[in-house]
């Protein structure tokens, strides 16, 4: 898998945004990814050092409208913690 096809898009929520000032970034991954394919795939992607990675697997939630009853779609997430000589990322440095 290349280093895009594991990243899809960056998890953008409170506690997400609380994170960042201790380099503690969250992802959506594919679902088939590892934690050293992800932990490759930051650091070609954003040229910085990764410290550990955790994953989780999100089940989706039941959703209505109307009458029908549906469910979301279940997906990998992934917290990856960049060492403290590292760079921050800047894509996120420009949001908070």
């Given amino acids: 898998m290349l280093a895009?096809?594991?990243?899809?898009k960056p998890i953008l929520t409170e506690k997400?945004?609380?994170?960042i000032a201790n380099k503690k970034?969250?992802?959506?991954?594919?679902?088939?990814a590892?934690?050293?394919q992800i932990k490759k795939a930051v650091e070609n992607i954003f040229k910085?050092?990764?410290q550990s990675v955790n994953t989780m697997n999100v089940y989706g939630k039941?959703?209505?409208?109307?009458?029908?009853?549906?469910?979301t779609g279940n997906y990998k997430k992934?917290?990856?913690q960049l060492s403290s000589d590292s760079k921050s990322i800047e894509f996120f440095?420009?949001?908070s």
Avoid: C, H, M, P
């Fill in 4 to 8: 895009q096809d594991i990243i899809i």
């Fill in 48 to 50: 910085v050092k990764v």
């Fill in 62 to 71: 039941i959703k209505r409208q109307g009458r029908t009853e549906g469910l």
């Fill in 78 to 80: 992934a917290i990856v």
């Fill in 16 to 19: 997400s945004y609380a994170d």
């Fill in 93 to 95: 440095d420009s949001l």
């Fill in 25 to 32: 970034y969250y992802f959506k991954v594919a679902k088939k």
């Fill in 34 to 36: 590892t934690k050293t």
